[in-house]
């Protein structure tokens, strides 16, 4: 019923910057909460950054400076903005949003996950 679609990721060097989307499709009424997860290689899948429906935000204390998550209502996406990156920012980031449908369903869909690596 929602499909999302993530772009951006890529190779980058230590200090530089990408910006990562995530647009969704369907049959959607409302998006509540937008996020950006990651998850490295033999870790657990963290939270990097949230925005709630009013725009309020909430950032992980590793990230927090560096990067910023908003989000595009008009377009059913959300943004990571990635600035000043580190090599242990290098993993798969996945985005999640909590989805109302038009038939009232609610879902919290996953994106497919776009790699992010950072060379040192």
């Known amino acids: 019923q929602v499909q999302l679609v993530e772009s951006g990721g890529g190779l980058v060097q230590a200090g530089g910057s990408l910006r990562l989307s995530c647009a969704a499709s369907?049959?959607?009424?409302?998006?509540?909460?937008m996020g950006w997860y990651r998850q490295a290689p033999g870790k657990q899948r963290e939270l990097v950054a949230s925005i709630t429906t009013g725009g309020s935000t909430n950032c992980a204390d590793s990230v927090k400076g560096r990067f910023t998550i908003s989000r595009d209502n008009t377009k059913n996406t959300v943004y990571l903005q990635m600035n000043s990156l580190k090599p242990e920012d290098t993993a798969v980031y996945y985005c999640n949003l909590d989805v109302l449908t038009a038939t009232l369903t609610k879902l919290s869909s996953w994106g497919q996950g776009t790699q992010v690596t950072v060379s040192s």
């Open positions: 369907g049959i959607i009424l409302r998006i509540n909460s």
